[in-house]
C-alpha cells in the first residue's frame, strides 16, 4: 500500500475576507482557470497559472502569506 502524503486542510474564505487580506499585503490570490478566463477578468494582482502549471508555481508562492486559489 502507498504512504499517503499529507495534505493541506480544505479552508474557505469568503471574498470579503480575501479583500481584507489582500488590503493587509496577507494574501496571495493564483487564478487556476485557462488563460482565456482570465484575460476576461480576474481580481487585480492575481497570478495567473492554469490548474495543470499549478505544482511548478508552488515553490516559488511566500509561505508567510494565505494563499488563496481560484
Known amino acids: 500500500m502507498a504512504a499517503q502524503r499529507p495534505s493541506a486542510p480544505d479552508l474557505r474564505i469568503t471574498p470579503v475576507e480575501t479583500a481584507e487580506l489582500l488590503s493587509r499585503g ?3 490570490v493564483v487564478d487556476v ?3 482565456e478566463d482570465y484575460a476576461a477578468g480576474h481580481i487585480p494582482g492575481a ?4 490548474l495543470n502549471r499549478l505544482r511548478s508555481l ?3 508562492l511566500p509561505r508567510d502569506k494565505t494563499i488563496v486559489f481560484y
Open 26 to 28: 496577507q494574501a496571495v
Open 33 to 35: 482557470r485557462s488563460p
Open 47 to 50: 497570478i495567473s497559472t492554469p
Open 58 to 60: 508552488m515553490p516559488r
